[in-house]
Structure formats: C-alpha cells, structure tokens
C-alpha cells in the first residue's frame, strides 16, 4: 500500500511538471500579463508556473500539503477553464469546445485521477504499515 501512495505521487508529479512546462512555453510566448484575456485569468494562469512545481516538490517532501495543493491547483484549473471556456466562445459550444480541446480532456481526466486516488496518496506510511503488519497477522 506505501508503495501504491507513492507511485500515485510520482504520477501527480509528472502531471503537474507537464503542465509547468505548458505555462512556461505560453510565458516564452506571449509574456506575463498577456493582453487580451481577463487580468485574473492572467494571473491565475501565470501562478501555475510556481504552483504547479511548487506541488511536485511537496509531494515527496511534504506528501499531505503536496497531495492538497494538487487537488487545490486541478480543481480551481478545471473550474477555472470551464468558466472561460464557458465565458470566451470559440465558435462552438461549451460542450464542443471542452470535449475538441485535449488540454480540456486531459485536465479533466487528471482531475478524476486525482479524485479517485488521492485517498491513498494522503495516507500516512507508518499507518500504511500498520495496516500491512496487522492484517498479515
């Protein structure tokens, strides 16, 4: 089980650095602050270049606040980007425009991840061994 709680952190980790390097590329791009969208969205979206590393970092130095702060950064992203998708029409419907986005798609599908497995990712290793040693006897 310990080591199941660690594999999920290094899946979140390498999730969460995949997406650094997506801001990143958009900052070598367009810069901070970019024109043209909400300031908030500007900013909120620029924090991700700290936050994200930010969590891959505490996910094994601190696993709790780690495994919190990813939850935290996918649900306000997914909420967040179904908003301005919702907000800023791209020609199509909300519904078409989520589901022809894989950035959309993807975030989604890690969101439900991370719902799903950060129960295990949360625990602590001495109460997982506890559990191991007292049902192996």
């Not at 043209?36 to 930010?54: C, E, Q």
């Not at 894989?102 to 290793?125: E, N």
Request: proline residues 4%.
């Amino acid at each position: 089980m310990q080591r199941r709680g660690l594999w999920i952190r290094i899946v979140y980790a390498l999730c969460l650095l995949g997406a650094c390097t997506n801001h990143i590329r958009a900052l070598v791009s367009h810069g901070w602050w970019r024109e043209g969208i909400p300031l908030g969205t500007a900013v909120y979206w620029d924090s991700l270049t700290v936050l994200d590393p930010l969590a891959a970092v505490l996910l094994f130095v601190r696993p709790r606040a780690g495994v919190a702060l990813t939850a935290a950064i996918i649900v306000s992203d997914v909420a967040h980007n179904l908003w301005f998708e919702a907000t800023h029409p791209m020609g199509r419907s909300l519904i078409g425009n989520v589901t022809s986005s894989f950035a959309m798609r993807s975030q989604i599908g890690f969101l439900l991840f991370v719902a799903i497995t950060a129960p295990i990712a949360w625990r602590r290793p001495e109460k997982m061994m506890l559990t191991k040693t007292v049902s192996a006897q």
